[in-house]
């Protein structure tokens, strides 16, 4: 009886005390009395309504079985199965949808033959038609590509991928040319396309005179933008080049901000009575504050994002998540404010992965690169597969001049964009845009669902042209995905376009490539010119200074750049080898006995290198740190313009004409006195030969009355009378200085003088001497043509008689 008390009192407290308890008898009889229901649908779900007083008190249950008038109502078995699809409808088919697509994206690349003649895209395009037509043709109404879906959850895994991945040197190395196409060429497009189609209404008929000129390029901006998704789903697939790919495809990404602004610029402008050049301005305005406050926002997020990852040292788990999020917040946040989203993501992915990368752990990083790309290749897939199933259930109006007219101006305004566009930007490329180039950047202009997304956010009452445009965009679609995206491999084949090579940087690389920036940053300091090598390391150095301290934790950011790259590719070694299983065969566990059985390989004693303190070791490395890698110091720049004239310049310039001369002249003296004083070497006779001679003609051999007048020749190479010493303008020849020879100049010949000492006070090289007078020069001409010399008469002595 005691247990029995103990387990009925709860319920006992509980039946006194339910009246009085606020929310439970008096509130539930009140909703049900007034009929209200408290829980209704949500979003497609229904939830069962909340327990009433009476339904939860169990004492309470038998006064519910029982009715007043003593009748039991009939009992229900328990329900051992049931059936509740409406409760797990949503998400029960949006699985279905993702594990069709992944389903089709592994038969695509099952099947090789057909992967390499039909483009991944088109083959899912034909697959969501077929699966739009089954579910028409059982009679259900197929689900339609929304735009809210499109935009808000589609298209940002896909921008992620791509900006957060993004080739950032090949990217920053072309960003004009890429501004240009992505800025100019979209406008062109835009007002081009809008402009002729404008015409065509005019002229085309009664079903088309209604469509204003807004209506038109409105149009013309939907249509005009390059779609990345398409251009990344065909040219990944083809390996075009990396010049081309970042070209085209960063094209797609940046024109975002053209196509949002002129969407909503002639959105608005159709509602307007009248537009006024104050209108026109501000629109013109919102192109800034579009594109630069969505490449605001993405830097904020990414900079928080980058702070946070300083912090996960001990909870690693969610340091992907982090980056996820951030980047997810960027896009919602300009969203909210009608910026550019795809610029914000863009932004935010660049800024955040060098030091997300050096915080968080290297499982870490393969999660975010892994994720990202699964998240992307379903969304792609995603977006071709709704593509062909809205095409099956929209609404459509054919009209075949529109429609063929807005293919044909398509074609046109991108061809003829490019071209001239081109022309302009090679007159400052170094490396030029080539003609095969030019085609394949006009050919791989390929539109996607962000147009077909645009096109379907129009309202029917401003426009009511909505199901024409509608038609038109997707046909455009489908030609440039099936026609271009099919026909662009045997065309890139064909024309012999340079490929991507699929090569691993090295560390050789990288050092080469750094002593390049280098030396291109100083040729710029000395030629005085700042261009994007200058400002490049201005922010290399206001990087390392001051943002990599506050967002990167530990001694990373003190690391050198070439440091951090050889650790991330030794890490990315690493990973590829354990990925690849060549660490399979060794063991993860060693016992200590097996260690110790090892026989060590006995090494050649090493000379002793003497330990360094820590103390020691870091005041190397700061005196390293501190005077290496400075190649940019404040100097002044040099510039021919500004330079100071030199007063000695031209005096030193008259000096070395003169030594160049005298050196010309000294050449031509030792070949005269080679010629004139040289006299051949006679073979010395022997004693007796000699007075036999002398006895046969003693005349011949007698000596000269004057001989001892004649100059002795003596030439010593460190006296200053050697030749090389002797000026020209003391070696003057008789016949040569303007005056007849006299008898002793007759008979002494040339006479070689010493050269007399300058006067203290003159200068020898800027006094104009005897050398620059006209005499000195019909003497130099005289040196150099002696004029012929006179043959020697058989029998003639070598020494001639005395007279």
């Not at 305005?285 to 830097?299: D, I, T, W």
């Amino acid at each position: 009886m005691g247990a029995a008390a103990l387990r009925a009192l709860p319920w006992a407290l509980l039946l006194l005390l339910g009246p009085l308890l606020p929310g439970q008898g008096l509130q539930a009889n009140a909703s049900r009395d007034s009929g209200e229901q408290p829980w209704g649908e949500l979003g497609g779900i229904t939830a069962a309504p909340p327990a009433t007083a009476q339904e939860v008190h169990p004492l309470n249950k038998q006064h519910h079985n029982h009715s007043s008038d003593g009748h039991s109502k009939p009992r229900k078995a328990f329900p051992v199965l049931g059936i509740d699809y409406s409760h797990v409808r949503i998400p029960f088919e949006i699985s279905l949808w993702i594990l069709l697509a992944c389903l089709m994206k592994m038969g695509f690349h099952v099947m090789s033959s057909v992967s390499k003649v039909v483009p991944e895209s088109c083959l899912l395009i034909v697959v969501g038609l077929l699966v739009g037509g089954l579910i028409k043709a059982v009679g259900e109404k197929p689900p339609i590509l929304k735009s809210d879906i499109f935009f808000l959850f589609l298209l940002p895994p896909i921008i992620l991928d791509a900006g957060y991945f993004l080739p950032l040197r090949q990217f920053t190395e072309n960003l004009g040319t890429i501004l240009i196409f992505a800025v100019v060429g979209t406008l062109w497009n835009a007002f081009f396309l809008g402009g002729l189609m404008y015409a065509v209404c005019q002229i085309g008929g009664s079903g088309l005179n209604h469509i204003g000129l807004l209506a038109n390029l409105l149009f013309g901006s939907i249509i005009s933008a390059v779609d990345p998704v398409a251009v990344l789903a065909v040219f990944e697939e083809i390996h075009i080049n990396e010049l081309l790919h970042i070209l085209v495809f960063g094209e797609s990404l940046l024109n975002d901000a053209v196509t949002v602004v002129l969407y909503h610029l002639f959105e608005e402008f159709a509602n307007f009575e009248q537009v006024t050049i104050i209108d026109i301005i501000l629109g013109f305005l919102s192109f800034f504050v579009v594109s630069l406050g969505g490449v605001f926002v993405g830097v904020i997020y990414g900079l928080i994002a980058a702070f946070t990852s300083r912090f996960t040292s001990n909870i690693r788990v969610i340091e992907p998540l982090f980056v996820f999020l951030y980047s997810y917040m960027a896009y919602l946040s300009a969203e909210l404010f009608h910026l550019s989203g795809i610029m914000a993501l863009i932004a935010s992915g660049v800024v955040m992965r060098p030091y997300v990368e050096a915080n968080i752990s290297h499982k870490s990083h393969t999660t975010i690169k892994y994720f990202l790309k699964m998240w992307s290749s379903v969304s792609e897939t995603l977006i071709f597969i709704f593509l062909g199933v809205s095409t099956v259930a929209g609404q459509h109006y054919w009209n075949w001049t529109f429609v063929i007219s807005t293919l044909l101006f398509c074609l046109i305004a991108r061809v003829l964009g490019v071209l001239v566009l081109t022309w302009f930007i090679n007159k400052f490329r170094i490396v030029k845009l080539t003609p095969k180039d030019q085609f394949i950047i006009a050919y791989g202009g390929l539109r996607g669902a962000i147009a077909f997304s645009l096109c379907y956010l129009l309202d029917y009452e401003h426009f009511n042209m909505r199901d024409m445009f509608l038609t038109a965009i997707i046909t455009v679609i489908f030609f440039t995905v099936f026609v271009q995206g099919m026909t662009i491999r045997p065309l890139v084949d064909l024309l012999a376009v340079k490929k991507k090579q699929e090569t691993k940087r090295s560390i050789n690389e990288e050092i080469h490539t750094q002593f390049l920036d280098h030396l291109l940053t100083g040729i710029e300091d000395i030629c005085g010119h700042y261009g994007h090598h200058h400002w490049k390391d201005k922010l290399n150095r206001f990087n390392k200074k001051y943002v990599k301290k506050c967002l990167i934790a530990g001694e990373r950011s003190k690391e050198p750049q070439l440091i951090a790259f050889y650790h991330k590719m030794e890490m990315k070694q690493a990973i590829e080898l354990v990925e690849s299983g060549g660490l399979g065969k060794i063991p993860s566990t060693i016992s200590a006995v097996s260690i110790q059985n090892i026989s060590p390989k006995t090494l050649p004693e090493e000379r002793v290198i003497p330990t360094l303190s820590k103390d020691k070791e870091e005041e190397i490395r700061k005196i390293l740190r501190s005077n290496l890698q400075k190649t940019r110091q404040r100097l002044r720049s040099y510039n021919r313009h500004t330079l100071v004239a030199d007063p000695y310049e031209e005096a030193w310039n008259q000096m070395l004409l003169r030594r160049q001369k005298i050196r010309q002249a000294d050449r031509q003296v030792r070949g005269m006195l080679n010629a004139y004083l040289t006299v051949p070497a006679n073979k010395i006779d022997s004693p007796t030969m000699s007075r036999a001679r002398i006895g046969s003609d003693p005349l011949a051999y007698e000596p000269k009355p004057d001989s001892e007048n004649l100059p002795i020749i003596t030439i010593d190479p460190a006296s200053p009378q050697s030749p090389e010493s002797v000026e020209l303008p003391n070696e003057v020849p008789k016949g040569c200085g303007g005056l007849p020879p006299s008898p002793e100049e007759d008979e002494e010949g040339l006479v070689m003088r010493p050269k007399e000492p300058s006067s203290p006070g003159t200068d020898d090289v800027f006094t104009p001497g005897t050398s620059d007078s006209p005499s000195s020069q019909r003497m130099l001409r005289c040196l150099s043509d002696p004029g012929p010399r006179q043959e020697p008469e058989e029998g003639e002595p070598f020494i001639p008689k005395g007279q």
